[in-house]
């Protein structure tokens, strides 16, 4: 059985740096968020959108994702749509949104 090997070239060490200083900001953007009163009522959504950003960004980049086969991409974003939706479920459910 023949295999597939992807000739993609995966990124340069400075580039995992220049990656991991984009999660960084990104981290004290979300905490810096929480602390703004202003943004209260947005909160969550806020919130959820940086952290799915996050994670595109760490299983495409740390785990390789963007350079392997398309499938295993439909199966990392269908979980996390899934825990997407068990989280809004569980908020309504509970009353967070009300």
């Keep these: 059985m023949a295999t597939e090997h992807h000739n993609t070239e995966h990124p340069s060490s400075t580039k995992?740096?220049?990656?991991?200083?984009?999660?960084?900001?990104?981290?004290?953007?979300?905490?810096?968020?929480?602390?703004v009163e202003a943004l209260a009522a947005a909160l969550i959504p806020i919130l959820l959108l940086l952290s799915v950003?996050?994670?595109?960004?760490?299983?495409?980049?740390?785990?390789?994702?963007?350079?392997?086969?398309?499938?295993?991409?439909?199966?990392?974003?269908?979980?996390?749509?899934?825990?997407i939706y068990v989280l809004c479920a569980l908020m309504l459910l509970f009353g967070v949104f009300i």
């Design 53 to 83: 950003g996050k994670f595109v960004v760490v299983v495409g980049y740390y785990m390789h994702l963007k350079f392997e086969h398309k499938l295993f991409t439909i199966l990392f974003a269908s979980g996390l749509i899934l825990a």
């Design 16 to 35: 995992y740096v220049v990656i991991a200083l984009i999660l960084s900001v990104v981290t004290a953007i979300e905490v810096a968020v929480v602390y």
